[in-house]
């Protein structure tokens, strides 16, 4: 078994351990930290690829303790000069990233360094690169006295399926446009609708499942424009609407996924928490018995109130750090009456 790390937006620890599991057919949770979740597999890397919820994967080289002051930067160098890297294959130019956390007087450049200074007593053909060229890329984490050195697997393309992608205001990162469709339980006979797609991310994340039917739209034919660039290739049907005015007749959506206007995303002549009444509505009077809702919103007090006066339950809540602001990820299911008669 080999012990990994996937780092992930702060607030989707869990969600990403669930796709883990299910994906992973062995794998094991180990750990769970702030924007991280350690795991062991046997699996090999093109199957770890498959996790759409994880920023970056690491392989976890070795482990160890170290004290707090720079006379104890010495042990980082020995440890690491008696670390066998012969499985890393490209032995071109390496570089070192650092962290630490915790009342170290040593700062995580000088950690960086003691590092490679490691690296390079064993290897000494190996050649150090910089930050911004380099082919292998190794990282060292030090969290209070524990110590994590890994090699990095994936580079900055991996978050963004390795495509050219077009970006309207505030979208989203399509690991957490994963992450809702991933807790949208996506079925293939869903569906699926996004009634504020913006530039289409959650709706590029959910045709990587099969459906049944997939829509999305927005009120701008601008952003609508990005997004139908962005799908060129993908089974999406898009629309210039109004998500408070959706062209759905009552209870025919399985799934609605949607990334509601907060901060500066709104014009400011217009209302945001009247906003949000009416495309609540919506959503509810399109929903299915039983139907599920996963949205993404600032206005926590608000969309709570909404959910419970249209008889939305609310099965989870995620709280998260997105770009400076601290939206909350909420997954609603619309109670069946007949069920509960």
Known sequence: MTLYFASVLPGLEYVLSNEINTKLNDSEIIQINRGKVFFTTTEPFTCLSSLKLADNLFQVIDQFQIGPHKKHLSQISERISKLDLDFINDKDLYWVNASRKGKQTYSRFEIAT???????????????????????????????????????????????????????????????????????????????????????????????????????????????????????????????????????????????????????????????????????????????????AVILSESVDQLFWEAKRLGLFCLEYYPLSLKGLNPTLFVFEKQDEQKNK
């Open 114 to 292: 003691k590092a490679m200074e490691g690296i390079n007593k064993h290897y000494p053909n190996w050649n150090i690169g910089t930050s911004q060229n380099h082919q292998i890329e190794f990282r060292i984490d030090i969290e209070h006295h524990d110590v994590i050195f890994s090699h990095r697997l994936t580079d900055a393309t991996f978050r963004f399926r390795n495509q050219t992608r077009r970006f309207s205001r505030a979208s989203l990162l399509p690991t957490v446009a994963h992450a809702m469709v991933w807790l949208s339980d996506p079925k293939s006979t869903d569906i699926f609708v996004d009634p504020c797609c913006g530039s289409g991310t959650i709706l590029s994340e959910r045709a990587t499942y099969p459906a049944n039917q997939i829509v999305g739209g927005d009120i701008s034919d601008v952003v609508t424009n990005v997004a139908k660039s962005n799908l060129d290739d993908l089974k999406v049907q898009m629309n210039v609407w109004d998500g408070r005015e959706l062209p759905f007749t009552n209870g025919c959506v399985d799934k609605i996924v949607t990334n509601l206007p907060f901060g500066k995303q709104i014009s400011p002549d217009e209302d945001l928490e009247l906003f949000n009444h009416h495309i609540m509505n919506e959503i509810c009077r399109v929903l299915k018995p039983s139907g599920k």
